[in-house]
């Protein structure tokens, strides 16, 4: 069984910060891409940023210059540091990871989620 378990969410008031973790575990041969995306209430779920396994990094323009992602292969873990939070990041956080259990098969798994909340 192959899981992603997120953390670090909370409520913070504007200009805070929060960092969010997430864990992948079980049978995993390797993992490739992480990141982060985001749903607002009444929005589609959209991409905050990722990693590769390289440490390449995207972001969406609304985040650049506030969010950081990272990852520690080792821990099978990556992050997201949010800095300067804004009330429109308020959302439930998702974690997705492309894995293989078998190291020939790939798949995206997802997270529960973790809430966002910033006061204004």
């Known amino acids: 069984q192959v899981q992603l378990a997120e953390s670090g969410g909370g409520l913070v008031q504007a200009g805070g910060s929060l960092r969010l973790s997430c864990v992948a575990s079980g049978r995993i041969a390797r993992i490739n891409n992480m990141g982060w995306y985001r749903q607002a209430p009444g929005k589609q779920r959209e991409l905050v940023a990722y990693?590769?396994?390289?440490?390449?990094?995207n972001y969406a323009d609304s985040v650049k210059g506030r969010f950081t992602i990272s990852r520690e292969n080792e821990k099978n873990t990556v992050y997201l540091q949010m800095d300067s939070l804004k009330p429109e990041d308020t959302a439930v956080y998702y974690c997705?990871?492309?894995?293989?259990?078998?190291?020939?098969?790939?798949?995206?798994?997802w997270g529960q989620g973790t809430q966002v909340t910033v006061s204004s």
């Open positions: 990693i590769s396994n390289n440490y390449k990094t």
């Open positions: 997705k990871a492309t894995m293989s259990i078998t190291g020939y098969d790939w798949g995206d798994y």
